[in-house]
């Protein structure tokens, strides 16, 4: 006499299918980003940081050249456009990488620091006000690079009573030098 019938085994193959598939549904490879996750965020900013750097990098250089060699370095600029729309859609690339997984307050920082680099004016002739847009930006990346290790928390939370009193007692013997 058997025990089992067909509705009894299609319930039970049934159950230790959803079973399985629940589990492989939670399994997660180590380094393997998910959208969201802590690595994708980080590369994702990451990307956004070198993208401002290089295209900041390239502006501050170009813009220096042309108030140097004036209407001389105008040949050699003009070869140079290509890579500079390139670096200008690598920065806009990057900004889209923050916004489809960053929290808000890291997508608006990501937004001024866009802002700010793409707000350089290349044909400025007047080095001290070129210098503070140059510094406008400076202060953009700082800032998205506080808020991106505040939202990775790499920075110290309250609770972590010894790691702050090891970054202050760090910050102080660096004060001292």
């Given at each position: 006499?058997?025990?089992?019938?067909?509705?009894?085994?299609?319930?039970?193959?049934?159950?230790?299918?959803?079973?399985?598939?629940?589990?492989?549904?939670r399994?997660?490879?180590?380094?393997?980003?998910?959208?969201?996750?802590?690595?994708?965020?980080?590369?994702?900013?990451?990307?956004?940081?070198?993208?401002?750097?290089?295209?900041?990098?390239?502006?501050?250089?170009?813009?220096?050249?042309?108030?140097?060699?004036?209407?001389?370095?105008?040949?050699?600029?003009?070869?140079?456009?290509?890579?500079?729309?390139?670096?200008?859609?690598?920065?806009?690339?990057?900004?889209?990488?923050?916004?489809?997984c960053g929290?808000?307050?890291?997508?608006?920082?990501?937004?001024?620091l866009?802002?700010?680099?793409?707000?350089?004016?290349?044909?400025?002739?007047?080095a001290d006000?070129?210098?503070?847009?140059?510094?406008?930006?400076?202060?953009?990346?700082?800032?998205?690079l506080?808020?991106c290790?505040?939202?990775?928390?790499?920075?110290a939370?309250?609770?972590?009573?010894?790691?702050?009193?090891?970054?202050r007692?760090?910050?102080?013997?660096?004060?001292?030098?």
């Amino acid at each position: 006499m058997t025990f089992i019938t067909p509705g009894v085994a299609a319930a039970g193959i049934k159950a230790t299918g959803s079973v399985a598939s629940a589990l492989i549904g939670r399994y997660r490879p180590t380094g393997v980003p998910r959208l969201g996750s802590n690595e994708d965020r980080a590369e994702a900013y990451r990307r956004l940081l070198d993208a401002s750097a290089r295209s900041f990098g390239y502006a501050y250089q170009f813009a220096h050249l042309r108030r140097e060699a004036g209407r001389a370095a105008n040949k050699v600029l003009l070869g140079q456009l290509p890579q500079a729309w390139e670096l200008g859609s690598e920065l806009i690339g990057a900004l889209q990488g923050v916004r489809l997984c960053g929290s808000v307050h890291v997508i608006a920082t990501a937004e001024i620091l866009v802002a700010a680099t793409s707000d350089l004016n290349l044909g400025e002739k007047n080095a001290d006000r070129f210098q503070r847009q140059a510094e406008a930006v400076v202060a953009a990346r700082d800032a998205f690079l506080d808020i991106c290790r505040e939202d990775l928390a790499y920075t110290a939370r309250w609770w972590q009573v010894r790691r702050r009193i090891k970054e202050r007692r760090f910050l102080r013997e660096q004060a001292a030098h």
